[in-house]
């Protein structure tokens, strides 16, 4: 079993490394941790980013099987020529020539991947995909999350979650409220998720110089950057408690058995994102209850001091939605916030799936 440096020493380009899951990991470059680290931090419970950056090495893996069956498929089709641009806020990434619905070889996935570290949200236009489609393109980044409100899955595809203000016969088809207190998914459970990706198939007509139910999200890493290193150091000592169940609206929606679904989490103020090794502020106005060992009135303060310094616009950009958009966010680097300004007659309906992420540290 490989333990922190030495782990991190054996990673060496060309190098394979044995697991029971992958039979073989081989390590091709050393420009970034991806694969491996993720593998190594399941199969062997270390922190392999930590371990990395203490060697001062990086290193992506990728399986060998993974590497074939996705190139298999592509045999002598084209390879793929996208082309990326980054949006003009601190976060985000437009991709544009790709089609999602198509397999994607590894050299490109690697791209898409390595432009979704670097700027938290990408925004893929004019997408046309199945459900099994969108799962197959999410599952590229990781298991995925089957979330606990089960009365809003997709029949047939779990993995997929309707986010949606439709009524059909008397009855929603997805959770009405998209998220409109800034958030970020899952941070109430101890392994929050990676990234969400969520695919536009209904958005409210736009206005004559307006569009609706737009979706806001903030670079935590900016917004932690911006901090002054006196603050950077106090919020580094500190620990605060998550919960699902903090909205009241939400609470009395869920069953018992829902509610012990979902017991409160305690995470670092500061998460390190697992990818980049950038601190990110890790408090969140809809789930974060406590700061823990602060008094009540001190740990409220310090929630929504931090929640407003997330918030604000030099850390934000603001989507604004197409039908066939496909948009991902990172949930350790972001916190987002849909804009609630439509109303029952205007249909808007998303797709949502959810990938499962590392621990939080
Ligand atoms: C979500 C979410 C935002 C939106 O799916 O987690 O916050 O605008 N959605 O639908
Ligand atoms: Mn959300």
Redesign the pocket.
């Known amino acids: 079993m490989w333990r922190t440096r030495s782990c991190a020493r054996r990673l060496e380009t060309g190098s394979v490394c044995i697991s029971p899951t992958y039979n073989e990991l081989e390590i091709d470059e050393f420009t970034m941790i991806s694969g491996a680290t993720y593998h190594l931090q399941r199969q062997y419970g270390l922190s392999p980013v930590l371990a990395c950056h203490e060697a001062g090495i990086f290193v992506r893996g990728s399986t060998r099987k993974d590497r074939h069956s996705h190139d298999d498929r592509l045999q002598a089709e084209e390879k793929i020529t996208m082309k990326l641009h980054k949006l003009a806020s601190p976060l985000g990434s437009e991709i544009l020539d790709i089609d999602l619905s198509r397999p994607i070889d590894d050299a490109t996935f690697r791209q898409i991947d390595d432009a979704f570290s670097e700027r938290s949200v990408l925004v893929f236009r004019d997408q046309v995909m199945t459900p099994a489609q969108h799962v197959e393109f999410s599952r590229r980044f990781g298991g995925l999350e089957i979330h606990v409100l089960k009365q809003y899955l997709l029949a047939d595809f779990p993995e997929i979650l309707l ?1 949606s203000n439709v009524v059909e016969n008397g009855k929603p088809v997805g959770i009405a409220d ?2 409109q207190q800034w958030h970020t ?1 899952l941070s109430y459970v101890e392994i929050p998720s990676r990234c ?1 990706i ?1 695919y536009a198939k209904q958005i409210p007509e736009p206005g004559p110089d307006k569009t609706y ?1 737009d ?1 806001c999200f903030v670079s935590t890493a900016a917004a932690y950057d911006a901090l002054d290193p006196e603050m950077q150091k106090y919020l580094g000592t500190l620990k605060a408690r998550h919960s699902y169940l903090k909205r009241p609206h939400v609470r009395a929606k869920l069953s018992e058995e829902q509610k012990k679904q979902v017991p409160e989490v305690i995470h670092p103020v500061i998460r390190t994102h697992p990818v980049t090794g950038r601190k990110c502020i890790y408090v969140n106005e809809s789930f974060t209850t406590e700061i823990v060992g602060l008094g009540k009135e001190e740990s409220d303060a310090l929630i929504l001091q931090l929640c407003e310094h997330c918030q604000s616009e030099q850390f934000m950009y603001r989507h604004k939605w197409r039908v066939g958009d496909v948009l991902m966010w990172d949930n350790c680097s972001t916190q ?1 916030l ?1 804009v609630a300004d439509y109303g029952p007659e205007q249909a808007r309906l ?1 797709n ?1 799936t959810t990938v499962r992420g590392t621990a939080v540290f």
């Open positions: 986010i998209a998220g998914d969400s969520l139910g979706t987002h849909a998303m949502r």
